[in-house]
């Protein structure tokens, strides 16, 4: 599955599909986010069960960042019908990622 930026309307149509995501919240200028980044996008190229993998830039969408919460980034979240199942917050591991989705199925 590609990976996607995300914008509250990408997230109302996955809450409305039904369907399971990961979404790593980032900004250009965070350190630990340009590190998860490449892990995220290789997590992306791997899934292939009808997962989404997204990202949102929280300085071009701070309503998204604030109506998850999103105090400090990078913070992955997985959700599962539009509700959040897993989080994680700061830099992480591919097998922390795979074990988060996880939780969603």
């Not at 409305?16 to 630990?32: H, I, K, R, S």
């Not at 998860?36 to 069960?49: F, H, K, M, R, S």
């Not at 830039?57 to 997985?78: H, L, Y």
Request: glycine share 8%; aromatic share 6%; hydrophobic share 45%.
């Amino acid at each position: 599955m590609a990976l996607q930026h995300w914008t509250e309307e990408t997230f109302q149509q996955a809450e409305e599909q039904g369907v399971t995501a990961l979404v790593d919240f980032y900004a250009d200028w965070c350190g630990p986010c340009k590190m998860l980044g490449p892990i995220v996008e290789q997590l992306a190229g791997e899934i292939t069960d009808g997962t989404l993998i997204g990202k949102v830039n929280i300085d071009e969408n701070p309503a998204v960042a604030q109506k998850f919460g999103v105090m400090s980034i990078p913070t992955v979240v997985v959700l599962k019908d539009g509700k959040e199942v897993a989080r994680s917050v700061g830099f992480t591991s591919k097998d922390k990622l795979v074990s988060l989705l996880a939780q969603a199925k």
